[in-house]
């Protein structure tokens, strides 16, 4: 989240960001540029999820929105409890809500029937949605029940700069790696190529069908090792794998790395191997891609909008169709089919956090009004406007916000609206409790002006004002020389 907040900052806005606690972190942090984090000492129950609460966390959200000035919330991850509840307080609150979606999900098993009913909770009552690909889209608005015309695609990014190929490391290498004159890489029929896996082990990772695949092509390209980062349950299994078919030579296992240490490990290899059983955009690859990797992934998800064709091979996700993916990715590469060494500068273009600022910028624009209907939707529909979603008009109103709610199932809808109302008499406490005029308002960082109007140049002055300055200026050149 610290690069779109960085670069909406730049654009002249306001960001805060709104977290659990961490190991060593509690509390307010300010990080570059004045980003506000806060750091709400709630408890971790899985991967860096808290204890859903639902109520409890209002009163602390509240100071916080009240304290800061908020008028936007942007909640990110279908798992994520603290988004779930800011979203549904920040309604109750009147503010503006907007929720990114990152994941892929099911409808047949029984976690995904539940998160589909969370999620769908959620979005009966949110301004817009954001999603990272195409795919994405289309399983949130299925998910939910959502109109497509209240969801927009804005992809994940990289910092280019962040994930420079190894010749980029020399002044050399840096001069000649400029567009058009780009560093070639040639490798011989019996130089050792080396394959990279950087992913959270776990089987929707694809982990299993990397184990199984890795004896297989090791086997097959005796000049072929893999080196593989990343840490999870799967972890015992892989290494089992390995002293098995004792392979600990050819095979380096690095164990969970940062993510500041990510390039140093991709420009180790020449290929990036990602066998992802489920995939709603890929960032990784694209990190990889800019590092000059060559990229074999599985065709699942939003994989294939991610990379160009020529950036990439793509395999089912099987075993035999990923060892042979595998296989022909190494023989191009000993071929030198492949011109890796242009990849930096095509994802530098492609892929950019200003670019994903802009857009998101127009999304909030778009709900509170700044653009008209016919400006964010493209048409007019004479009556349909930014702030209508699937269920009817987006108002703050409560009796509005309980028929969204009761649309959501025979019985879950029931239970909605109950918390809904529930969640409206605490706001009122709240109020009465503890009044709004009681909360310290937090003095505002100094915001850039926005990019627009850092470009417009300066207003000519008059006469009179040119003449006023150099007067300005006469007098203390006059008084410095007086007082020396």
């Known amino acids: ?20 606690a961490y190991e060593g972190r509690k509390g307010i942090r300010y990080l570059t540029n004045g ?19 639902v109520f409890s966390f209002f009163p602390i959200f509240r100071n916080i929105v009240i304290r800061e000035k908020i008028e936007i919330v942007h909640g990110h991850a279908s798992l994520s409890s603290l988004c779930h ?36 909770f959620t979005l009966s009552d949110v301004d817009h949605v ?84 890795i004896p297989r092509i090791l086997a097959a390209h005796p000049n072929v090792r893999f080196i593989i980062a990343g840490s999870g ?51 990784v690859i694209v990190e990889a891609a800019s590092c000059g990797l060559y990229v074999v992934c599985t065709r699942v998800g939003g994989i294939p909008e991610v990379l160009p064709a020529h950036m990439t091979t793509f395999a089912k996700p099987e075993e035999d169709d990923l060892v042979a993916a595998t296989g022909q990715a190494i023989a191009d590469l000993r071929a030198n089919k492949i011109r890796t060494e242009r990849f930096h500068e095509q994802v530098k273009m492609m892929y950019s956090w200003t670019d994903v600022a802009e857009r998101t910028e127009r999304v909030y624009n778009g709900i509170s009004g700044v653009l008209s209907e016919e400006e964010f939707y493209g048409y007019s529909s004479g009556g349909w406007g930014a702030t209508r979603g699937r269920a009817g008009v ?8 309980l028929k969204r709610y009761y649309g959501c199932g025979i019985w879950a809808g029931k239970l909605f609206c109950l918390c809904v109302i529930i969640d ?15 909360i310290d308002l937090c003095v505002d960082w100094p915001r850039k002006l926005a990019m627009a109007q850092q470009q417009q140049p300066p207003p000519p002055q008059s006469e009179q004002e040119r003449s006023g300055v150099t007067r300005v200026r006469s007098t203390r050149h006059r008084d410095k020389r007086r007082d020396a």
């Open 1 to 20: 989240m610290a690069n779109p907040s960085q670069k909406l900052i730049n654009r002249g806005h306001k960001v805060i960001i709104i977290t659990h």
């Open 35 to 53: 980003l506000k984090v806060y750091h709400v000492p709630f408890l971790v129950i899985y991967r860096e999820t808290t204890f859903p609460t």
């Open 85 to 120: 509840e800011a979203i549904l307080h920040a309604r109750t609150m009147g503010l503006r809500t907007v929720f990114t979606d990152h994941s892929l999900f099911g409808f047949a098993d029984a976690a995904s029937i539940l998160t589909n009913k969370l999620l769908k």
């Open 130 to 213: 954001i999603c990272v690909s195409h795919t994405c889209k289309e399983n949130t608005v299925l998910r939910a029940s959502l109109d497509p015309l209240m969801v927009s695609v804005i992809p994940n990014a990289v910092v280019a700069e962040n994930f420079r190929p190894k010749s980029y490391d020399t002044e050399d290498g840096a001069a000649n790696g400029r567009p058009g004159n780009p560093v070639s890489q040639t490798i011989g029929p019996h130089d050792t190529i080396t394959i990279v896996v950087i992913s959270r082990l776990f089987y929707n990772k694809g982990t299993d069908l990397l184990i199984a695949a």
């Open 233 to 283: 349950p799967k972890a015992i299994d892989l290494e089992q794998m390995l002293e098995r078919n004792v392979l600990q030579d050819r095979v380096e296992l690095l164990g969970p790395v940062r993510h500041e240490e990510v390039r140093d490990v991709m420009v180790r290899g020449h290929i990036y191997l990602h066998p992802s059983l489920t995939e709603a955009f890929g960032t």
């Open 394 to 401: 987006q108002s703050f109103a409560l009796i509005d916000r």
């Open 424 to 438: 409206y008499l605490l706001f009122v406490f709240l109020e009465f409790w503890y009044p709004r005029e009681n």
